[in-house]
């Protein structure tokens, strides 16, 4: 079994004016097909505290870490800066997929500055933060990045 952590980058819903939906509906799905998911947070939009709970949580040996929001245009949205700067590769294959498929069903999906990397033996996917946006994103990858958690070295024998 994969462990995952689901990080919800929001000012909004981090201060308690706004109920996060991404976060939840990203956990359903990962549930659903079989991730342990052993935390998740939300914070505000600020590059370090996004950069210093994506360390923690590689630190925790954690699979999967996904990220919900921030990855706009708005001037706030920084996670792929952050996540770029604590990832030691690079995994653009998988944001170039989220974005090709999101982009048959909405040309608004090229706008998405998602990212993907490892750090350790851990894998960091940004996702949209509008909850329908994230979820369909998640589900062109999720069925395929079990051979990459088994490269990492992420699944006990």
Same mark, same amino acid.
């Given at each position: ?28 799905? +990962? ?15 600020e590059k ?5 709970? +994506? ?8 699979? +999967?870490?996904?990220?919900?929001? !921030?990855? !706009? ?19 653009p294959g ?28 851990s894998l ?13 994103? +998640? ?19």
């Amino acid at each position: 079994m994969y462990t995952a952590s689901v990080i919800t980058v929001s000012d909004r819903a981090a201060d308690g004016t706004y109920e996060d939906q991404s976060g939840p509906a990203v956990v359903q799905l +990962l549930k659903e097909h079989g991730y342990e998911v052993i935390d998740t947070i939300i914070i505000p939009d600020e590059k370090n505290t996004i950069k210093n709970a +994506l360390i923690e949580e590689c630190n925790n040996g954690v699979h +999967l870490i996904i990220s919900t929001g !921030g990855t !706009g245009f708005s001037p706030r949205d920084i996670t792929p800066e952050a996540t770029k700067e604590i990832i030691d590769k690079e995994a653009p294959g998988i944001a170039e997929y989220m974005r090709q498929k999101s982009m048959e069903i909405t040309p608004r999906g090229m706008l998405s500055r998602g990212v993907a990397g490892i750090r350790n033996r851990s894998l960091i996917i940004n996702l949209p933060g509008s909850p329908k946006g994230a979820v369909e994103n +998640l589900s062109f990858v999720l069925p395929h990045l079990a051979h990459g958690l088994d490269m990492l070295g992420g699944v006990k024998e």
